[in-house]
Nanobody, 121 residues
Framework: LMLASGGGLVQAGGSLRLSCAGS????????MGWFRQAPGKEREFVAF????????VYADSAKGRFTIARDNDKNTVDLQMNSVKPEDAALYFC????????????????WGQGTLVTVSS
């Protein structure tokens, strides 16, 4: 089970920190990713972190603004969002993967329920 939290209303240019807690799985074995889905659009990759915490990948839209980090002792993975833009508004999902292409949704076998980010301009 993956439980995402931290979404809410943020002003453009502001910051927001999303968090995802894993339970019922050996969290430290899994690579973790964040995806997002805006209304009427497909789910898209945002960020990835390797099981060890060493190795991250970001979508071009997230580079330089978002930071993914994990704490395997607490079974959590966070997404720090800075300089938020209106186009960042979406439902954000955390997901766990044991392998495969990091940007593909099919590589992830366990998904959280999503947390909504709304951006005011």
């Amino acid at each position: 089970l993956m439980l995402a939290s931290g979404g809410g209303l943020v002003q453009a240019g502001g910051s927001l920190r999303l968090s995802c807690a894993g339970s019922g799985l050996t969290f430290s074995r899994y690579n973790m990713g964040w995806f997002r889905q805006a209304p009427g659009k497909e789910r898209e990759f945002v960020a990835f972190i390797r099981w060890s915490g060493r190795g991250t990948v970001y979508a071009d839209s997230a580079k330089g603004r978002f930071t993914i980090a994990r704490d395997n002792d607490k079974n959590t993975v966070d997404l720090q969002m800075n300089s938020v833009k209106p186009e960042d508004a979406a439902l954000y999902f955390c997901a766990a993967s044991l392998g495969g292409r990091v940007t593909d949704t099919v590589s992830y076998s366990i998904w959280g329920q999503g947390t909504l980010v709304t951006v005011s301009s």
